[in-house]
């Protein structure tokens, strides 16, 4: 668990300042088990009174800065996590799982997949995002 002082670090490590608002939306991501999205972040700050802009800002200021890393999903929603190593879902990057029905996002530690035929060199490189899609749990069982 990171303390606030640690965040403090990580934004000044970044060259940010330690803005109340960067680290209010640090520490909403931090205790999360997946990403968030903008609107997401914007419901759990609502009673701090910042704007959504601001809390946007934030978002891509910190996302620009390596503290945190975008997952795009392909379903037109930016979410964002701690590229931190010290968080409990980050780490390196990860592939997710994408649920088709309820749109819950999950990160998932390890994914072996092997390709076949001639591919893109990129794919040999590693440079490739992999994620998954269908139905989680909950969805399953509903
Ligand atoms: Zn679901
Ligand atoms: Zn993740």
């Not at 620009?64 to 392909?74: K, T």
């Not at 701690?82 to 309820?102: E, K, M, R, Y």
Request: aromatic share 4%; with cysteine.
């Amino acid at each position: 668990m990171l303390s606030d002082s640690d965040l403090r670090d990580l934004l000044r490590t970044h060259d940010l300042r330690a803005t109340q608002s960067r680290l209010a939306v640090l520490r909403i991501l931090h205790g999360q088990p997946s990403p968030s999205s903008h609107p997401d972040v914007t419901e759990a700050l609502a009673s701090n009174g910042w704007d959504r802009s601001t809390l946007y800002r934030n978002l891509t200021d910190m996302a620009a800065a390596g503290i945190l890393r975008r997952v795009d999903l392909g379903d037109r929603v930016w979410r964002y996590e701690l590229a931190n190593a010290s968080t409990q879902h980050s780490g390196n990057d990860h592939p997710h799982f994408l649920c088709t029905a309820c749109g819950d996002v999950s990160c998932l530690e390890k994914v072996d997949v092997t390709i076949g035929g001639s591919v893109p060199a990129a794919v040999n490189l590693g440079h490739v995002a992999i994620q998954l899609r269908g139905l989680c749990d909950a969805c399953t069982e509903a």
